[in-house]
């Protein structure tokens, strides 16, 4: 807790192509080493790849995909008399966002195809129609959240 003046947040800068902060953020997630341009190569191919197989916008894709894969919930851990109870809070918006970017990105590594482009293209498509492992991942933390319901009275 500062003792001073709380320091203001500061939004960021939109990306080159498409001006918008969400795919900033997320080029700036997919970043190895400093690499920003190769990580939006990256992207801007994903998306260019979805824009050829799916009729509508790509950015549209990628930000349903992202809205599709933020969850709502997760547990946390609270000890309460030498027992450790994971207690299911809110998630405010800006951790939704970062959590479901970097599902995404786990999500996309993880696949079996051929480039991160392809792989990326290929979740976001399926995090758009509310299928894949991005999506799973959410309903995994809601099922957790939910199951230790009964621990949501230690949440403070």
């Not at 970043?31 to 939006?40: I, N, P, Q, R, T």
């Not at 509310?130 to 959240?145: L, Q, S, W």
Request: charged fraction near 30%; include cysteine; hydrophobic fraction near 35%.
């Amino acid at each position: 807790m500062p003792r001073r003046k709380i320091s203001p947040r500061r939004d960021g800068f939109g990306d080159a192509k498409y001006n918008n902060k969400l795919v900033s953020k997320f080029i700036n997630c997919l970043m190895y080493d400093g690499k920003k341009s190769v990580a939006s190569q990256r992207l801007y191919e994903a998306l260019n790849i979805l824009a050829e197989k799916h009729g509508e916008g790509a950015l549209n894709l990628f930000k349903t995909a992202i809205e599709n894969v933020k969850p709502l919930l997760e547990v946390k851990s609270r000890r309460v008399g030498g027992a450790t109870y994971q207690v299911p809070v809110e998630i405010n918006p800006e951790r939704q966002i970062s959590l479901a970017i970097r599902w995404l990105i786990d999500a996309s590594r993880a696949r079996k195809e051929k480039g991160i482009s392809e792989k990326l293209a290929a979740e976001f498509l399926e995090a758009s129609k509310n299928t894949g492992t991005a999506i799973k991942k959410k309903e995994d933390t809601h099922k957790m959240a939910e199951a230790n319901q009964a621990f949501a009275h230690y949440r403070w």
